[in-house]
């Protein structure tokens, strides 16, 4: 199966900063970075351009709940 590789726009950058700080002392910065470049895959081409950058951050916020739930 070939994944397909997402380069960190501003939407990923600013989220990425963003949830870092929401789950700064729970989760490393590294896990952040990859939920949030997951999630931004997942969406591309589902929700409209204007909708990414809140969208994104809401996916990824809640992939990262889930994660720290399962901690």
Known sequence: ???????????CLEAISRLT???RGALPR?????TVLAARRDLEGQV???A????????????????RGAA
Not at 1 to 11: A, E, F, G, K, L
Not at 30 to 34: L, S
Not at 52 to 67: F, S, T
């Open 1 to 11: 199966m070939i994944t397909q590789q997402v380069q960190p726009d501003r939407y």
């Open 21 to 23: 700080a929401e789950v």
């Open 30 to 34: 590294e896990v952040v970075a990859e």
């Open 48 to 50: 409209a351009h204007e």
């Open 52 to 67: 990414l950058a809140e969208m994104l951050h809401h996916l990824a916020r809640h992939r990262l709940d889930r994660i």
